[in-house]
Nanobody, 123 residues
């Protein structure tokens, strides 16, 4: 069983930045696609960004493209989400996911999930 541990969430003012980290318990990140999803209160979980196993290909939701950057460090088994120009509508619990079982990286059917980290953006 792969364990994922997110960190880096917090409270930030609109326009600010945060970097989320997702550490895998074993060398998962070098063989699986990894992704970030988020869930705001009263809303369904939504795709944010994904990176393929090699790190060469990245994918973003339209709402975050140009502001967020996903990257991975294979030696540290860690995936990052750099979030810039944050907006109040980015407020959500952010989840790390590994090993897609769906039809695309945006499909929330991943086999492994972290516990989530809260990101709150104040206006």
């Amino acid at each position: 069983q792969v364990q994922l541990l997110e960190s880096g969430g917090g409270l930030v003012q609109a326009g600010g930045s945060l970097r989320l980290s997702c550490a895998a318990s074993r060398r998962t990140s070098s063989t699986y696609a990894m992704a970030w999803f988020r869930q705001a209160p009263g809303k369904e979980r939504e795709f944010v960004a994904a990176i393929n196993w090699s790190g060469r290909n990245t994918y973003y939701a339209g709402s975050v493209k140009g502001r967020f950057t996903i990257s991975r460090d294979g030696t540290a088994n860690t995936v990052y989400l750099q979030m810039n120009s944050l907006k109040p509508e980015d407020t959500a619990v952010y989840y790390c996911a590994a090993e897609s079982a769906g039809t695309s990286y945006t499909d929330p059917r991943y086999n492994h999930w972290g516990q989530g980290t809260q990101v709150t953006v104040s206006s």
